[in-house]
């Protein structure tokens, strides 16, 4: 017990960190169970399927993946070389934009150009957010420590989603976007009054009488050698290359799950926004509860490596029992699951930076999360056309939940990896050859 107070009294330097966060979380989460009946109902009016929809938020996702393999790595760098603050400024900003314009008109023209921002927004901001809290949080935290700090956070998110879906389950529809800008516009402007700067840039001053050309190419080459640093050390880490590859596998599995589950239930069993909220929520309490006791009580006594495979078999029961789902109650089971597969992502995180050097967590976090967006730019390519295909009455046989079984394959793939997971951690040497300079100058 008293490392779980341990891992409580490191949040204090942090504070001003994660409250912003909080309010930025729940911004986001608020509209998630609303968006569905909005996009429904303005691109297929009347109707509980649409697979213009779906097609359209598969879309959104695989180009979201091609970009984030560049964009995470390259985010993970600049925190690095140029502070945590500014990137975080910058990333939590983007949401503000999107949800401003269905909070003026949910037409179908406006639904659309949402989409664009949106798929803008995201591919700066999803995942490079947590990446870079993360970053932030072991430039401060003690290597012993992380794993219930990392827990304190993820609880923090799940806690931070739970109240959003309860806004949203309460709120009046015409009120969400209202209240989820106003808390999205609260989180930079919080940061930029009061978060404390963690990295000593060491920016050179830019050349005067260099050329736009020249300054290109040295963005450029900067950009390959950035890239080529921290593919090396992920690939010559054997911690960090095996966590890579089960991240790439659980992300492929669950991010084409997360792609088309909403959907899927709305055309099922004609969930509609407070039901959906209502699901959401159940996976968020309990969550809460495994993240800020189970796992910092747990972790000293079995490690990263269990937790983690807890996780990955509660993930394959989640997306059988929605594959298999038979009544309108059995995804409200599947969704209990939630409180044990959601300790993958601070067990990963865990160990990751419990893999990567002191001068390394913004390089390797975001690096395997650009990973993670690979698989996430695939997943929607089957999962988006397979689901729909399962939904219609053109099905070859009836598994409305076909695809949502297909993508329990990649975890079970994932558990595989785990299971044969090393854990080491790489010496701190001052040998040099971890000096990176700015990607631009």
């Not at 806004?167 to 800008?181: D, G, K, T």
């Not at 909403?262 to 993240?291: C, P, R, T, W």
Request: aromatic content about 12%; hydrophobic content about 45%; overall charge neutral.
């Amino acid at each position: 017990m008293s490392r779980w107070f341990d891992g409580a009294r490191e949040l204090r330097p942090l504070l001003h960190l994660l409250f912003p966060l909080c309010f930025h979380w729940i911004g986001e989460e608020m509209t998630v169970s609303v968006l569905v009946d909005v996009t429904t109902e303005a691109l297929c009016p009347g109707q509980n399927t649409c697979s213009q929809a779906i097609y359209l938020n598969g879309l959104q996702q695989t180009v979201v993946g091609i970009f984030k393999m560049v964009m995470l790595p390259i985010l993970g760098q600049l925190s690095d070389e140029y502070g945590r603050k500014p990137l975080l400024l910058i990333t939590v900003s983007t949401t503000i934009v999107p949800f401003t314009l269905l909070a003026i008109n949910e037409s179908k023209a406006f639904v659309y150009a949402y989409y664009v921002l949106r798929t803008i927004s995201y591919i700066i901001s999803q995942g490079s957010i947590f990446c870079i809290a993360v970053a932030y949080v072991a430039d401060i935290v003690d290597n012993r420590k992380r794993a219930a700090v990392f827990s304190w956070i993820t609880g923090l998110f799940s806690a931070s989603h739970v109240l959003g879906n309860l806004l949203a389950r309460f709120l009046p529809e015409e009120y969400i976007f209202e209240v989820s800008i106003a808390f999205l516009i609260f989180c930079p402007v919080y940061m930029a009054v009061f978060l404390v700067e963690t990295v000593e840039s060491s920016t050179p001053k830019p050349e005067r009488h260099s050329s736009y050309l020249s300054k290109t190419l040295m963005v450029v080459q900067k950009r390959y050698r950035t890239m080529k640093y921290a593919a090396k050390i992920v690939l010559s880490t054997p911690t960090l290359s095996s966590i890579s590859v089960v991240s790439f596998f659980y992300e492929l599995g669950m991010s084409g799950i997360s792609t088309v589950l909403l959907y899927y239930l709305k055309a099922v069993f004609g969930f509609d926004k407070n039901q959906l909220s209502e699901i959401l929520s159940m996976v968020g309490v309990g969550s809460i509860v495994s993240q800020l006791v189970v796992l910092p009580l747990a972790n000293p006594l079995v490690g990263e490596k269990v937790i983690l495979c807890a996780g990955l078999l509660a993930s394959i029961a989640y997306a059988l029992f929605y594959g298999f789902a038979w009544a309108s109650w059995v995804p409200y089971l599947s969704a209990s699951f939630g409180v044990i597969f959601i300790l993958v992502k601070p067990s990963t995180y865990a160990v990751i930076s419990k893999g990567s050097r002191s001068t390394d967590q913004g390089k390797t976090q975001t690096f395997i999360a650009g990973v993670q967006s690979i698989a996430s730019l695939l997943s929607p390519l089957a999962m988006t056309p397979l689901t729909t295909w399962f939904l219609s009455t053109n099905a070859p046989f009836d598994c409305k939940g076909f695809s949502i079984i297909c993508a329990s394959l990649c975890m079970v793939i994932s558990l595989c990896f785990a299971c044969s997971l090393k854990l080491e951690s790489p010496p701190e040497d001052d040998d040099g050859d971890n000096l990176e300079s700015p990607l631009v100058s």
